[in-house]
């Protein structure tokens, strides 16, 4: 899901999906946001991390300001139970109009978990 600045994720606080704030609005743009495409989990075994990974998420034929943080999380199909995975804070606020906004994502992992 897609966010404004006026939402601070807040990492001791913000557990579920219901604590995030100040989703953008748009045209072809859904609340909630999009479900992700292409999930992969690997373990690099020099590194110690397991690594989440999905495709790019796009946004077609959409009219939407105020881009800010993109939030992923788990759909459980309640707000109040939907677990926050991670968040990215993107640089500035972006925009598209009448166009496809795209969230490219890291090749290698959208998530790390380092084993210690």
């Given at each position: ?63 939407i ?14 707000a ?5 995975l991670?968040?990215a ?20 992992a ?7």
């Amino acid at each position: 899901m897609l966010t404004t600045v006026a939402y601070v994720p807040g990492q001791d606080t913000d557990a579920f999906r219901s604590a995030v704030t100040n989703e953008v609005t748009g045209t072809g743009y859904t609340t909630g946001g999009q479900s992700v495409t292409g999930k992969s989990v690997t373990y690099d075994a020099v590194s110690n991390e397991l690594r989440l990974l999905h495709a790019d998420v796009a946004w077609p034929a959409a009219t939407i300001t105020g881009i800010r943080v993109a939030v992923l999380y788990k759909a459980t199909g309640l707000a109040t139970t939907d677990p926050l995975l991670g968040y990215a804070v993107l640089d500035g606020d972006n925009a598209v109009t009448n166009g496809t906004f795209t969230l490219d994502v890291d090749a290698t992992a959208v998530l790390r978990i380092t084993a210690a």
